[in-house]
């Protein structure tokens, strides 16, 4: 945090006395340009291959090894609403989109419908789960822009609403097509499909995040609105963007679970809303905002995933899994805090 | 003109008078490189109205901090009716009887009026709590400010300032265990109106014959004037002053704290009249203010000042200036003088925070590609960024700082430099500044007037609103503010250190045309 | 006595104004709900939700927000049904430890702090886990004394709405007008002042988390006796209703601005929605929805009737 409290000023002593050159970074010493670094992605990389090695040493290599493939195949679908949550979340306190399980259902529901099972009719799917995700992100953000209401409520709302539109169109729902069921559950040199239309997105929203003036941007957003404001980002532009792109996620996620399932189902997203907070928190993304780390998803979507694997394969049920994830969340955001000023 | 020594000697007390109430000895308070405080020496006695003036940034709030116990002093000794004290806390403050009313308020405003005196007030439980809270407040409030019309269950949210101030200072007289010896009172006529300021002097005064002390910290230096038995003028830390009662006048408090100490400072060289055709139609006019009565105009190239005292509405008119530009689609930037709230990004680097401007500039830079639709983001051209960060990095003098390094890794005034090179190196042709020389020093601060004058020789205005006197010799008009409002437009000639404090303490009634 | 239909007043009388307007139509539609036992079976889940709600409301009194309430009150009901039964000394330790943990995490979060959203995050994970761990399927028995005191027919007036008067008027003298709750609310309101003043916030929100886990308790005690056994996953939906319930009372989310008998009001509307839209013959389909639907119109009228120069 900054050294300055912004209700005291500084004594004009200090305009004579300071000379900038004094303090010279020499002095900041090697422990500071380390956490100048700032790659807390690396601990969840950290935690999910020391989760491996323990499962491969008490279940063997070949054991271990499938374990990373079936994680692969699973772990990506953490991913993909990891990586839609935290846009959200990166631009800035209270932004929360609680909306995305709704979003999944329905553009799942909704692509299913109009593609009819056909081949020729995927486009049109594709197209439908990129409206559902346009229309849900600017309904998100109007209704916390124009009504003013705070982010986890609006979203809130707004996915009782979205999931009633998919309740609607959920009657007598085909098959998806062949094709995008065997894209979705076939293997390129191994690794799933789906794995690697992650690993492109992802690829794509790191660039995005850092190396283009829109994801400056939102970090300076989400780091202190009003200095973004002063400084000429266009802030509410930038977060309606980023709710529309959150949804835009969601929705594309929710037509890569119907194709991998064989089936759209109102419930596909529920079990995603938590652990897609979950695995943003434990990347490293910073939870007030400002700094995003898409390698911090993969790495917490893997650890998070091998942790349940090995708890599974020790026998440990449901009720186990549940409390080390609340665990983890809480250890990280606490390792993550500061003491407060007394 | 009063020697700062001649009348602080200690006088002998003549037997059987009590001690002092307090009494402060060569106080030092230094925060890190800043010496806030140094060499003070402060003897209140019970009865006593002691007024202090100085500046902002002169160290009035860090002595008052050090007399609540908030900070500790680093230097010089404290002693409460003759005893030395060591650890003096805010318990302790509250203990001997000091009171304050901080500038920020501090009541609660989802509280009501009575139930804010139990959060100053630890010993007033039970179950009829209430009752004597109300009671108590309704006869301070009565007693300081007869005809005040409150009743005690309003929601201080509901509250005009007015009236919010007027609690706070009745809630700092109440008395429920604590004694009452010693009350601070930090600004507190700045939300009053002129009626409510009378009465607060006069129960000052009364209050006075009682025994309880106070400390009147003001910039209406008509109520020090009228109300304090001394005056203390602070500049730099430091008392400059002691004024006598007899020798108590506007004049010479004006002239205490207008006595330049610093032998460094920056000569100001005139600045030419008339650059540009003032003439012509102005390239930019605003109407601002409640009834959008003040009228302010800038040409291409000029330099105009913001001056008064601190607080006196120049942020907010500079702040409606940067929305309006922006609506407007002009090419406008904002050099930020309270850092954490409005200008640094604390997670980014050094770069980061210089170049942020830059990226979001307009067409025809070198670091737009292609912009087909609105919808593909533009990308960094990063050796255009860091050529823009190391040419301004060295323009503005950030020396030895890595510029991959954090931003807060530098020290304020360095940190200061990368907000003003923020809004330099951009293309903005319209650059607002919030008092941005604020901890800088002096080497740098005429590196930064020379650029502020280069830069306005290539056409670009700067509307530029600082507490520092002398930096309006560079500027071509200055506009001073009082109370929201503006009472003066000087010319570069007209303005100096006198006219420039004779119209900010001037009255709205008073003002030029 | 004169009173002004001034913005404030209709923005206090807001949560009451909802209450009828889903209240009058009900009973219009049909008329035999209007009776003893109509209105206990329409308001009969009210109690629980109305303690969950609470519970809440001492949480964003202190500025925080609690995504873990409703997996806590399952959990409680699972403790209820499992270990209180059986062992009953067990039971109540574990309740106590489950207080004190809440309480522990709201030093926590003021100690080091760090956002409540994503703690309490954290913390549904770990109640959730507990829970299944007692229950991993739907069973459990509630105690005998708790159906029996739940179950108790109350003269004239039907208990739901008995229960729900008396803890409002009781949690309202608490929070609202003794010099203990007054202090709390503080603390909320201008956290920096209080701290200039010497008061603890790290007691103060150990304190309020500890009270909004009392409230959960009771709830989970209450929703037990209500459903007669227990399961993991009982009362997830109260996360989200809670929090909507504070701010449909009037509740504002930072300036530890709440109004206990809104949020009360709040609950009950909030109970009685999912009826209503039955009564309306509201296609099934579209009950989720309206139930958005309605938290938004509400919002947008407390948004109308703000005073004018709301902040950013």
Redesign the interface.
Known sequence: MSSNDSSTRQAPAARSSDDGSAGSPVGIGFAARLRALETPWLWSFAGAILVWFVIAAVFGFSIAGNVVVTALVFAVFMVLVGLGQMIVITAGPGNIDLSMPSAIALSGVLGVQLMKGRDDLILIGIGVALAVGVLVGLANYLLIRVLRIPPIIATLSSSFIVQSIAITQSRGMPAPPHALQAFANARLFGVPDIAWLALVLSLALAFVLHRTVFGRALSALGQNARAAWLAGVRVERVRWVTYVLAAIIAALTGLLLAAVSGGAALDMGVEYMLISVAVVVIGGTEVAGGKGTVAGVWGASLFLYLTNAMLNALGAGAGVRSIVYGVLIIAVVVASGHKARQ | MVDAHALGKPQPLPSGAPPALIALEGIGKTFGRVKALADVRLEIRSGECVGIAGHNGAGKSTLMAVLTGVFRADEGTMAIEGRQVSDFDPNAARAAGVRCVFQELSLCANLSVAENMSILHPALRGHDWRRRATRLMLEQLDAIFPGHGLKGHELIADLTLTQRQMVEIARAFTVVSDPVKLVILDEPTSSLDAHTAAQLLAFVAKAGERGIATILISHMLGEIVQAAHRVHVMRDGRVAAVLPREAISHDAIVAAMGQELDAHAVPATRREPGNGDARATPAYQWRLGPDARARIDASRGEIIGFAGLAGQGQSEALLAIYEAATKARERVAFVAGDRPRDGVFPLWSIAQNLDIRWLLGGRGKPNTSARPFGLIPRVIDRRAASALTNTWTERIGIRGASSAAGILSLSGGNQQKVLFARALASDAQLILMDDPTRGVDIGTKRELYRLIREEAARGRTFIWYTTENDEFAHCDRTYVFRAGRVTRLLHAHECNEQSLLAASFADTEEAAA | MNWTLDR?TLRALLPAFSLVAVLAPIFFLQPATFSYFGIGLLLNLAVPLVLATLAQLAIITAND?DLSIGPFVSLVACIGATLLADRPLVGIAALAGCVLLYAAVGA?V??????S???T?????????????LL?TPGGASPAWLTSVMGYQTPFVAAPILWSTVIAVLVHLLLM?S??G??L??T???P???R????S??RGKALLYGIAALFGVLSGLCLLGLTTSADANLALRYT?LS??AV?LGGGE?I???VSVIGAVLGATTLTLAASFLAFLNVSP?????????I??VV??LR?LLQRRG?QR
């Open positions: 404030a927000l926590l003021e100690y080091r702090q760090i956002p959203i994503v703690v995050l954290g913390l549904s994970f770990v109640w959730n886990g507990l829970a299944v761990l991993p007008r010099s203990f007054v202090r609310r503080g909320g309101g201008n920096r002042a209080m200039r003043f010497g008061w916030l790290v989200l929090i909507a701010i989310f300036g530890g601005r389909d579209w009950q989720v929805g309206m139930q958005g639907a938290l938004i919002l947008s948004v709301g």
